[in-house]
Each structure stands twice: as structure tokens, then as C-alpha cells.
């Protein structure tokens, strides 16, 4: 069916149905070994929780096999995704804190088959602070994860192809965790005056860490959030981020929703709340690259 392009909003649907259809007849390729991705900004409201739970629900939806490890205290990665995490529940903390295995707190999403999340409870508060006097206090994540990678495969379980880490909004013992566990760091910037404020500091830090304790560690992906293609200030930032980062930003960008702000707080995903909308539509780019690019740098390494 033709569709009369000559107006915005049919000019719009015109360029959705094409993505959709881009999306529909394209497969995602799983990645040569499980990839360990932290969330991070310590800069609040910039979509950082929003955009772990729906790259790592639109990965899991395209059959790729995901954790979302929540160990931000808040606790909106577990609530997002339908998990429970209220105070008596069995949580990230008692994981890093009291050497529970990370298997018996482990969760599945009640919408997606293939997404299980190790949930944050109010308790994670105060792991900073407990974090101080452990032993091996930086790498408890880390050791976590490779004995619950063994537990899936002694189980007969599927590999992982992904673990999403949302860390808190800050630079401590939690996310230096998420630092040394990981491989690569996602930084979503929203497209919002002072968008670059803050992030040389995360930078330093992330490079502190390559030195000291995971070498591995680096920036692979930027993600631009909060786009609004109506303003000259969404498009200036997109062009200076572009500008700054230009192998690591993401070609799709992250509208501001009404459906991505709502889904939330139904306990789901924008995936699953609304997999029609636009919302959910640039997610899934987003996680399609993500994949894309990964595979990509995998073919490289064979």
C-alpha cells in the first residue's frame, strides 16, 4: 500500500513501517562469548535504568539468552521488570555482602522467556560502607558472575549471551564493581543542555580502572537519549556528542516517550508494554546494533 508522504505524520509512519520492516527481516547474530556490559552515568535522569532493562528485554525478545544484574539501591531495573525486590527478599547484596551464590537470587521476567534478574533491594543502601572491610572488595562481582556462569553450564542451562549491570548514579564500591566485572561500559547521554558535564570524570575513573584492576575494561557504546527532534538543542548535542565519540555513538537515538516514561509503571518494559511504538521501535535498533557491532568485532578476532 502506497502512503501519501507529504504530510509529517504520514511522513513519520512512512519511515516506522520501513524500520519496522528493516528490523522484521534482519536476524541478531549471538556473540562469540557472553558479553559483560555495565550501565553507567553519575549523572541522574539521563535513562540509564530505562535503557538497560529495554536493550537487554529487546536482546532477550530476539531470543538471545540475557541477565540484568540491578545493583542500583533504588531498585527501578527490578521494578521495570516485574521482579520483586522487596526487603526480605534475597538480593544483589546479600551476593556481594554475605557470599550467597548469585544463583539463589536470581529471578526470571515474568514477560520474557529468555531475561532472568538478580534484583536490588533496599539493603544495597548500605553496601558501600560494608564494601570497605571485605576482602577482595572490588572484585566481588566479578567472582559472582563466573561461579553463576558455571552453575548455568553444570545445570545444562544456556550460556548467557549478555549481562546488562545497572549501576547506581555515583562513582563507588558498587560501580567500581560493575567496572572490574565487565568488559565494556554503555554510557546513555541525553540530548539536554550540559549533556557532556560530568562525563570527563567518568572517563578518568573508567581509566583508572583499566590500570589498576580490569585492563580489558572500555567504552563501547554511547547511546543518545531523550531526543527531541523538534528543538535545534537535541540536534546540536547529537552533533557534538557525534563529534567527540565517533565509533562509540549509536546511529539510532532514543526519542523522549510518554509510552517509554509509562511503562515503568505497569512493572514492564516499553518491549512489552507497547511493542508497537515508537519507543520501542528505536530500542530495538538500538539493541540490533549493539548486536550487529558486536559481531562485527567478533569476526575480527577469529
Do not use: W
Not at 527481516?25 to 549471538?30: C, M, Q, R, V, Y
Not at 529468555?114 to 566481588?140: C, D, F, K, Y
Request: glycine share 4%; with cysteine.
Amino acid at each position: 500500500m502506497e502512503i501519501d508522504e507529504s504530510t509529517p505524520l504520514a511522513n513519520q509512519i512512512a519511515n516506522e513501517t520501513k524500520r519496522r520492516e528493516e528490523l522484521k527481516n534482519s536476524t541478531l547474530p549471538i556473540p562469540l562469548e557472553t558479553r559483560f556490559i555495565s550501565v553507567s552515568n553519575q549523572k541522574g535522569g539521563v535513562g540509564k535504568t530505562t535503557s538497560t532493562v529495554n536493550l537487554a528485554a529487546a536482546l532477550a525478545k530476539q531470543g538471545l539468552h540475557v541477565l540484568v544484574v540491578d545493583i542500583d539501591p533504588q531498585g527501578n531495573a527490578s521494578t521495570a521488570l516485574g521482579i520483586d525486590h522487596r526487603a526480605e527478599v534475597d538480593s544483589i547484596y546479600d551476593v556481594l555482602i554475605n557470599d550467597v551464590p548469585l544463583a539463589e537470587v536470581i529471578q526470571k521476567c515474568p514477560d520474557l522467556d529468555n531475561l532472568v534478574v538478580a534484583p536490588a533491594t533496599i539493603h544495597l543502601a548500605g553496601a558501600e560502607i560494608e564494601l570497605v572491610s571485605l576482602v577482595a572488595r572490588e572484585q566481588r562481582l566479578r567472582r559472582a558472575l563466573e561461579e553463576y556462569a558455571n552453575h548455568r553450564a553444570s545445570e545444562g542451562e544456556a550460556r548467557l549471551d549478555y549481562i546488562f549491570i545497572d549501576c547506581p548514579p555515583s562513582l563507588g564500591l558498587l560501580t567500581v564493581n560493575a567496572f572490574v566485572a565487565a568488559k565494556e561500559v554503555l554510557i546513555p547521554i541525553q540530548c539536554e543542555y550540559y549533556a557532556l558535564e560530568g562525563l570527563s570524570q567518568l572517563l578518568n575513573n573508567i581509566k583508572l580502572i583499566q590500570k589498576h584492576l580490569n585492563e580489558s575494561l572500555n567504552v563501547s557504546t554511547i547511546l543518545l537519549t531523550m531526543y527531541d527532534g523538534r528543538t535545534n538543542l537535541a540536534s546540536q548535542v547529537a552533533a557534538e556528542v557525534r563529534e567527540h565519540f565517533p565509533s562509540e555513538v549509536l546511529d539510532a537515538v532514543i526519542p523522549r516517550s510518554v509510552r517509554i516514561s509509562e511503562a515503568p509503571s505497569y512493572q514492564q518494559t516499553v518491549i512489552t508494554y507497547d511493542p508497537n511504538s515508537t519507543g520501542a521501535l528505536s530500542y530495538l535498533e538500538a539493541a540490533s546494533e549493539i548486536a550487529k557491532r558486536g559481531a562485527e568485532k567478533d569476526s575480527t578476532k577469529k
